[in-house]
């Protein structure tokens, strides 16, 4: 009996301890229980690379189904520009400025058609028709012509030889279009032979104290600090493993042939890192530390950051129902100056989930915080896709294009000088209405290389006439100094020198002194003498200036 009771408290021991083992393993491999920071933070890290991970398996199906279908867009750019170091008209016409566009793009075909609108103001704008149809590509707008003007995609060395264009070696005949790259690819047996060649770059290398674990408002975030130095000897480590990878280097090395038929005659990418790795390993690093931060919520990475003292970059996920949004921000801080930069880029997507009519929002923003004053500027492109498989763009007939193709160099020449002689008509005359004709036309300020222009230009402008100014006022004090020094009482014999000083000046400098008081000039401020000047009496200097405070008058008077 008592052997029967002992055999079922074994087994239930070991029923319990199967079960217990069960729900431990689990708890090891399926969550995030007993794993250490580092497990974890290298685990979120990992999502980067994962199917469905960090990037969305939505935006990727998205992607794809634009390059390969038929979609109506409609959209609209513009730009918010808070700038007080430029001119406040240029400002006001860069708001204002805004491009719409709407049509539809046939990637089955390799076509596509567009309406364009430059909006400068309610009622001032300037229209323009896209259309690539039938391997040609042409402009139409009202205010040159009902016509398209076009180049067909074909002869297309005759054509730029027909222009004048002497070295042709790299125009080809025609532009091939080239269908959708694969991405690269890798067996499942490759891809556990690249996680084990780069695990061991990890593992080992950093002590757990260098990560922490933190949470804030439910996101739950690993950290990893390390000094400058041993981020430079682990970027030199994972490249010199890079360059030696058997598997990777020679996917991308087929990859770049396909996209670039003279690849072989570039340099290799062995070479291109080789390069790197020697550049770094002259660079001295300074003393300081830097944190790599890995964010998750709910078991799924949403962001990483990179910081220091001075800078701070990262990007991060956010998914709410339908609506995915990615954003990338750097901020730059000058500790000495209390100068700052920051850069905010960001793109959303409504609409992934039903994959039919999917909004797309594109912004990018610029601040620079400078001398306790904030210049922003912020650019914005809006445009939503819309899934159609009836588009049908026609091709073009004769009627409605002229094709450059079939005109020689002096008459392709003198068309095109009628159209830009005729687009800078317009442009004038509205610039003219709109009251932006000082600066040109908005769409050159509503980039980051145009605007960057015009900061340029304004603070050249700025830096001249402070330099001018500079150079005024230097040269009105060595011009002053010449006479305030005798400002006051003085005695005969100085007051003699003084003289003689006004009478030097006004022989050899445009700002001539008159003299007034008991000793006078005569017919012309050079014509004065010392005679009357008694060395042993004492006269009062009093020195005049006039608007643009230059010394104009000197009033001596004798004191009794």
């Known amino acids: ?146 016509k398209y003007i076009g180049i067909k995609n074909e002869g297309l060395k005759e054509f730029a030889q027909s222009l004048g264009i002497e070295d042709l070696e790299n125009i080809p005949d025609k532009i091939e279009i080239s269908e959708q790259i694969d991405d690269i690819s890798f067996t499942d047996e490759e891809k556990q032979q690249i996680f084990n060649n780069y695990k061991v770059l990890f593992e080992n290398r950093f002590k757990e104290e260098q990560f922490k674990r933190s949470e804030e408002n439910g996101t739950i975030n690993y950290s990893l600090t390390i000094s400058n130095q041993e981020l430079k000897n682990f ?141 922003t500027v912020k650019y914005t492109l809006e445009n939503t896709n819309t899934f159609n498989d009836d588009i049908n763009i026609e091709d073009f007939n004769e009627e409605e294009i002229e094709v450059l193709n079939n005109y020689n160099g002096t008459q392709i020449s003198n068309l095109l000088t009628a159209i830009v002689e005729r687009i800078i008509e317009v442009n004038n005359e509205q610039m003219e209405e709109i009251g932006f004709s000082d600066y040109g036309n908005p769409i050159i300020y509503s980039n980051p290389v145009g605007l960057n222009a015009a900061i340029m ?16 006022s230097l040269e009105k004090s060595t011009f002053n100094n010449k006479f305030i020094k005798y400002e006051g009482i003085q005695r005969g014999t100085t007051v003699k020198v003084l003289i003689n000083e006004i009478i030097a000046s006004n022989l050899q400098d445009s700002n001539s002194v008159r003299v007034s008081g008991d000793i006078q000039t005569g017919n012309d401020d050079t014509d004065l003498s010392t005679q009357d000047i008694d060395s042993s009496s004492t006269y009062n200097v009093e020195i005049k200036y006039d608007l643009d405070g230059y010394v104009n008058e000197i009033v001596i008077t004798e004191q009794n």
């Open 1 to 146: 009996m008592k052997t029967k009771v002992l055999s079922k408290v074994i087994i239930s021991l070991v029923i319990v301890i199967l079960i217990l083992g069960g729900i431990l393993a689990y708890l090891y491999f399926f969550t995030d229980v007993f794993k250490s920071n580092s497990q974890l933070f290298f685990k979120y890290l990992g999502q980067v690379v994962e199917k469905d991970g960090f990037i969305d398996e939505k935006l990727i199906n998205y992607t794809k189904k634009k390059q390969e279908s038929k979609y109506e867009d409609n959209g609209k750019f513009y730009v918010e520009m808070n700038m007080n170091e430029l001119d406040e008209d240029l400002v006001k016409g860069v708001n204002n400025f805004n491009i719409q566009f709407s049509g539809t793009v046939d990637n089955i075909e390799k076509e596509t058609q567009q309406d364009i609108f430059l909006n400068y103001s309610d009622d001032v704008n300037f229209p323009i028709k896209y259309k690539y149809a039938n391997e040609t590509v042409a402009l139409q707008t009202d205010y040159v012509s009902n």
């Open 235 to 375: 970027i030199i480590t994972f490249l010199e493993t890079l360059k030696n990878d058997s598997i990777i280097i020679p996917k991308i090395e087929e990859k770049l042939k396909e996209i670039d038929s003279e690849y072989d005659e570039e340099e290799s990418i062995q070479e291109s890192i080789q390069n790197i790795i020697e550049d770094l390993n002259k660079r001295q690093v300074e003393e300081g530390n830097i944190t790599i931060i890995v964010s998750r919520l709910d078991k799924q990475l949403i962001g990483i950051a990179i910081k220091n003292e001075e800078f701070e970059s990262k990007i991060e996920k956010i998914q709410n129902q339908d609506q995915l949004t990615y954003k990338f921000e750097m901020n730059i801080k000058n500790k000495e100056t209390e100068e700052s930069m920051k850069t905010l880029l960001t793109a959303n997507f409504i609409g992934l989930e039903q994959m039919e009519s999917i909004k797309e929002t594109y912004q990018l923003g610029i601040s620079i915080n400078e001398d306790s004053q904030e210049q």
């Open 457 to 472: 230009a304004n603070n050249f402008v700025d830096a001249m006439e402070e330099s001018q100014n500079e150079m005024s």
